[in-house]
């Protein structure tokens, strides 16, 4: 392709409403423009970009035994209804009428059109499994779209759905395309973690997510400093033993602590350590109050309480609702002769001695407390957030955290959707039987930007080969050379036979040139100047920087073994 001939509108200037590198970069670089807040228009290197994402994708998929479809982004709202998602699903979900009236819905997720579609298709097991993707656009109402294209309200995604007459066909097939996952996002050079998650408003169980190590993700992973286990912060276990202290148990007092809010507060007022103190906090778990007691030094994972509880949700109790059910402030909440609260405690409660917590009333807290002595919990469990140094709950190591971009997410929906969408098909006795279903997300214009934030420098972006727009950039220097002007396009012939190429032909300074390339991010650089008539010209490889000259008539072979070595 002639520069000259496409569309790269490179800038100068950094953005001012770009906070990232990604989206700095990919607008600095002409990859793409802001139509509205949260909303691009892809240009054509983008385009370039997405396409190679997307054959990566489709070969994987491929490989495992998914097969492509295309389904509609405008949405029935019937469908949704019959899920119960149209209720449930939020303010993200764009809503519409067409001329008669009729609701719909621009497609956030397509589980819904899917399972509509397999329930009227396949009636036998004889026509299981079976696993359907598609690539295309989806629109969800995000109520602050940010970081470019990490977080929009229109987005490509790949998302596909496996249908089952068994678990042990589910565990199969989930196991194929975590492989695929991991072998698409492997050559897309990036460095990721898949990690136990939580399924959230998809439902189901037995779920992980593929996460892109950066430091502006918006999720935390805790994973082993000496073994492959991750998991996202709010699903990984607490392994950790605690010691009771061998401390006599003594009276129950309660003190005075006077504008002692917080548990910092606290513990530097009585001058005792954070863990000496017990952290209450009201719930409402579905329609339940319950408190819920960690350690001074914890804080309470509300992923584990609803999980507990197998509830619907757990949110933390506002000040009105904590007033009204407690007769106290937030600050001052304790376990202490509550009554009609259910109370459960995490499994560092048990071994506090001598403890201190809030007495309900203002300014007050009670020292001495000792958990089954002076309250009573319903039951223990882990229900904090694992912390760095904490044992990796596999055994291995130690927990460090790391940031992360979710790219990819693959669930085991069950018959979440097939139960209340009449999903059956007939088993080998006749009999009708629930079809059990797989889920499998990849953000692909996602994975566009998570690329771009790792492979950067200072400079511009720096795609790996698989990826990107073009593999060799050529540049002549001066095209009124004649020289120049004749090895040029005869090295654009004859790179183009086995590279994409890439040849800047506008008329520009070599300066700005050179600028665009760096900014643009292609592997090789290919530079046409003074020694044109000599048959020779400059390489350089984008990701290290390393120059080379090279004769015009091995130029293939050169380009082909700086490649080889490049990521």
């Not at 953005?15 to 990232?20: F, L």
């Not at 629109?139 to 977080?151: A, M, N, T």
């Not at 460090?400 to 059956?424: C, N, P």
């Not at 698989?466 to 005869?490: C, F, G, M, R, T």
Request: with cysteine; proline share 3%; net charge negative.
């Amino acid at each position: 392709m002639k520069q000259s001939m496409t569309l790269i509108p490179t800038m100068r200037e950094i953005p001012a409403d770009a906070d990232v590198k990604s989206h700095q970069l990919l607008l600095r670089a002409g990859f793409m423009r802001q139509n509205a807040s949260g909303v691009y228009s892809y240009m054509p290197l983008a385009k370039r970009v997405l396409t190679k994402i997307e054959a990566i994708v489709r070969e994987e998929l491929d490989k495992a035994g998914a097969v492509e479809l295309l389904m509609p982004a405008l949405q029935q709202a019937e469908l949704w209804q019959e899920s119960g998602r149209w209720y449930s699903y939020g303010p993200e979900l764009m809503r519409l009428k067409d001329r008669h009236e009729r609701e719909f819905a621009l497609g956030a997720t397509h589980e819904e059109v899917i399972t509509s579609l397999v329930r009227d298709e396949v009636k036998s097991y004889k026509r299981l499994p079976l696993t359907l993707y598609q690539i295309q656009t989806k629109f969800r109402d995000e109520k602050r779209p940010r970081f470019g294209l990490l977080r929009g309200r229109e987005f490509i995604m790949k998302d596909a759905y496996s249908f089952h007459s068994s678990k042990e066909s589910l565990d199969e097939v989930y196991e194929r395309i975590f492989k695929a996952y991991t072998a698409i996002f492997e050559r897309c050079g990036l460095n990721f973690r898949a990690v136990i998650a939580d399924s959230g408003a998809m439902g189901g169980k037995d779920t992980h997510e593929f996460m892109v190590l950066s430091d502006i993700g918006e999720d935390t992973i805790a994973y082993s400093d000496t073994s492959d286990y991750a998991a996202n912060i709010e699903m990984a276990p607490v392994v950790t033993r605690y010691e009771k202290s061998s401390e006599t148990p003594r009276e129950i007092e309660k003190v005075r602590t006077e504008n002692q809010k917080t548990i910092a507060e606290v513990a530097s007022f009585l001058k005792v350590d954070e863990q000496q103190c017990i952290k209450s906090l009201l719930f409402k778990v579905d329609d339940k109050n319950v408190l819920v007691l960690v350690r001074g030094d914890h804080e309470v994972n509300d992923i584990k309480l609803k999980n507990l509880f197998e509830a619907g949700s757990a949110e933390l109790a506002d000040a009105s609702e904590t007033a009204a059910i407690l007769g106290c402030e937030v600050g001052s909440i304790g376990p202490v002769g509550v009554k009609g609260v259910e109370i459960v405690a995490d499994h560092a409660i048990e071994s506090i001695v001598n403890g201190i917590c809030g007495a309900n009333e203002e300014d007050n807290h009670f020292i001495n407390v000792n958990p089954g002595k002076d309250f009573q919990v319903s039951q223990y469990a882990d229900l904090r957030f694992i912390q760095e140094g904490d044992p990796s709950p596999d055994g291995n190591g130690n927990i460090v955290f790391a940031k992360g971009i979710e790219v990819g997410h693959v669930f085991k929906l069950g018959t979440r959707y097939s139960e209340v969408m009449d999903a059956v098909y007939l088993d080998e006795n006749g009999r009708s039987q629930p079809i059990i279903m797989g889920c499998y997300g990849i953000g692909v214009s996602r994975t566009l930007a998570a690329i771009a934030e790792q492979f950067n420098d200072d400079k511009g972006l720096v795609w790996p080969k698989a990826v990107a727009p073009y593999q060799v950039h050529l540049i002549p220097v001066n095209l009124k050379d004649e020289a120049q002007a004749k090895l040029s396009e005869e090295l654009y012939e004859q790179l183009g036979q086995q590279f994409e190429v890439l040849l800047d032909d506008r008329q520009e300074r070599p300066g700005v040139k050179f600028a665009d390339s760096d900014l643009i991010g292609i592997p090789v650089r290919v530079t046409v100047g003074k020694k044109a008539a000599e048959g020779i010209v400059e390489l350089k490889v984008r990701a290290t920087g390393e120059v080379i000259e090279a004769e015009a008539s091995t130029l293939t072979e050169t380009i082909e073994e700086l490649l080889k070595k490049h990521k």
